[in-house]
């Protein structure tokens, strides 16, 4: 069976410090994980997404996150908050050819100037 | 690229009425589309697959006579809510997946918000 976890419903940060956002998985099968972002009454924004490849991934905005196999996790990371990028964040696992997606619970996220 | 659409953005309807949300690929062939459905502050909850020209599948708890999805094209799906109420008010999202590659990326529709008066 397959699952995400977010394992913070809310993440507060003060402007210019770093961020972490903690996503945990559970698939028999290779997963494709990703991460998504949603600004209020909005739609999802891919931010980046994990394809068996690197495991370190780049996304937009300043974002990456590192697939740790051992750990089954998928933490979102940026060095340096900024003021917009508070929203709602939803990690991803996706299989069987991206037929079956799991969506986490989502995380809040506060940037206090 | 990789763009889909929704419309309306939002809609506000009576009780008993029914409601049709479109949701399209508009620079790609969308060979699966996807119909989410958010409550406030929740995660989405998938409410069914569809894939073109083939009878939606449903997850289970979700009611295929009241949420009707037809995927007439590639580009084009549509979820229709028959005899909307008051608890169907949710902000609905449609994701669209290409044909090709690995992993199928989901592009997601910028949603629709619902409110059955």
């Known amino acids: 069976a397959q699952s995400v976890t977010q394992l913070d419903s809310h993440v507060s940060v003060s402007e210019g410090t770093p961020v972490l956002l903690r996503c945990n998985y559970s698939s028999s099968y290779s997963p494709s994980l990703f991460w998504y972002v949603q600004h209020p009454n909005k739609g999802l924004q891919l931010l980046l997404k994990?394809?068996?490849?690197?495991?370190l991934v780049k996304g937009i905005n300043g974002f990456e996150a590192e697939f740790k196999k051992s750990e089954t996790s998928f933490h979102l990371t940026k060095p340096s908050a900024h003021m917009s990028d508070a929203a709602e964040y939803f990690c991803?696992?996706?299989?069987?050819?991206?037929?079956?997606?799991?969506f986490g619970a989502g995380t809040r996220l506060f940037v206090k100037a | 690229g990789a763009v889909v659409s929704q419309h309306p953005s939002w809609v506000i309807c009576k009780s008993g009425t029914s409601v049709k949300i479109e949701c399209r690929s508009l620079?790609?062939?969308?060979?699966?589309m996807f119909w989410y459905r958010q409550f406030p502050k929740q995660s989405l909850m998938l409410m069914a697959t569809s894939n073109e020209g083939s009878k939606a599948t449903y997850e289970q708890g979700v009611e295929k006579d009241k949420f009707l999805i037809n995927h007439a094209s590639l580009t084009l799906s549509t979820l229709t809510v028959t005899s909307a109420h008051p608890e169907d008010s949710s902000f609905y999202i449609c994701s669209a997946q290409e044909g090709s590659g690995r992993p199928y990326e989901q592009y997601f529709g910028p949603g629709t918000r619902l409110t059955v008066t």
């Open positions: 620079d790609f062939q969308a060979t699966t």
């Open positions: 994990y394809t068996s490849a690197a495991t």
């Open positions: 991803v696992v996706s299989v069987s050819g991206g037929f079956k997606t799991i």
